[in-house]
Structures are given as C-alpha cells and as structure tokens.
C-alpha cells in the first residue's frame, strides 16, 4: 500500500564504510528525488531522476552515486562514509507539482 | 537562485489559539508554491498549494493565500489543534534543467499544548 517505501529506515554505520539506501515507488511516477534532512531540520535537494535519467544533481561529492535501475526505485550508495553525513535522507516521487515523500532513511555515521 | 524564508520557531501555542507561519519567497518568474508538514518521525506530507498568485490553498483548516505583491505565501489556522504539533515547511518549485525541484525554507516547529 505505501506509496514510497525506503529501506533500511535506520542505519548506523562507523565512518569510512560504504552503505546504500534504496527507495521504491508504486505511485508510476517518472521523477524521483534524493533530499538530505540536516540536524537542524533543513532540507536540500541531492538528485533528480527523470526516467532513470539524471537530471538534476546539486553539486553533491562523488562518494555518493545515485542509481536507477527503473523509474520505479531510485538507489542511493555512498562511499567513504563521514560524520557529516550523518541525517535524514529522503526519497520522493513527483507527479505533476506534488512530491510525495518516503518516511525517510536515518544514517549515523559514528 | 530561488528561497525561500520562513519564520524561525519554535512557535508554542496553546489548543484552539490562532496561528500563522510567515513564509515569504524571492524568485525569478512565479512559482508555484506550497506547505509541506512533517508529524515526529514520518515523512513529508503535501499540507496545501498554490499555483498562481491570488491563488489560496486550503486543507485540514490550514490556509495561504499567494501573494506576488508582497511575495508571500503565510500559513494560517485559526484553532490549532494538539494533533497538529509538527514541523511545517514552506516551498516553491524551481525549474532547472527542464526538471523541477522543492526548494524549501528552514521549517518552522509547532508545539500545541491541550
């Protein structure tokens, strides 16, 4: 029934490994996001997928690659982890000028 | 580049009080424009929007109207309710590249107490 499901939806991890999130929408949208929560609440757009097609990539550093196997699961790995990737991550899907949210991924690196 | 900037919280309000969020944009164009609310633990949930100016959205008792005037797009209820304690995030779409993208202010925490 969820509309955008995201695995795992905690994950703690020591730095310098590498992890990946996945995200899953059954709404037949052909956008999907990547968004990073801060400590502090603030949101900020990471990727863009049209498609499998990336679109919009907001000078985020290489260690993290997005990946698309098919418009319906947007896939986020990270490399080398660091403490200040610590947050929440977000998928969405858009359809039209909705986004609709996943519950979110909360990564702490240690 | 497109903003937005909201008022900074925390706002605490007792049940039933009056409430609103300031919200005003700066962009290029007129975008579109909404409130997005997050309840503890979930994720974004579209709360209302706005496509045009003079455009008011409207949901659950929460209202804002589009203002390109004063470029601003204010979140109001008029009795608040403890089931509405969240964080509240002001919007605007941002067209780049041919795709579209949020861009979204600080958020704004609300407290109802009963």
């Known amino acids: 029934d969820t509309a955008v499901s995201q695995t795992p939806k905690y994950l703690v991890t020591q730095m310098g490994n590498d992890k990946s999130i996945k995200c899953e929408q059954n709404l037949g949208h052909d956008t999907m996001y990547w968004y990073k929560q801060d400590s502090k609440k603030f949101l900020k757009i990471m990727f863009s997928?049209?498609?499998?097609?990336?679109?919009i990539n907001e000078t985020v550093p290489n260690r993290f690659s997005p990946k698309s196997p098919d418009k319906a699961h947007l896939n986020l790995h990270i490399n080398s982890l660091e403490l200040g990737d610590s947050a929440v991550y977000f998928c969405?899907?858009?359809?039209?000028?909705?986004?609709?949210f996943g519950p979110g991924t909360r990564l702490l690196v240690l | 580049g497109n903003s937005v900037t909201q008022m900074e919280g925390p706002v605490t309000l007792s049940e039933e009080a009056f409430l609103t969020i300031n919200c005003t944009y700066t962009a290029t164009g007129y975008p579109s424009l909404f409130w997005y609310v997050q309840y503890p633990g979930e994720g974004l949930q579209l709360l209302l929007k706005?496509?045009?100016?003079?455009d008011k959205g409207s949901n659950k008792g929460f209202e804002a109207t589009y203002r390109k005037e004063t470029t601003s797009f204010h979140l109001e209820k008029g009795s608040v309710q403890v089931s509405d304690s969240a964080v509240y995030f002001c919007a605007l779409s941002d067209v780049q590249g041919g795709s579209e993208k949020l861009v979204f202010g600080k958020g704004t925490k609300l407290t109802v107490n009963p």
């Open positions: 706005a496509t045009k100016a003079d």
């Open positions: 997928y049209n498609n499998k097609e990336l679109i």
């Open positions: 969405a899907s858009r359809s039209q000028e909705t986004q609709y």
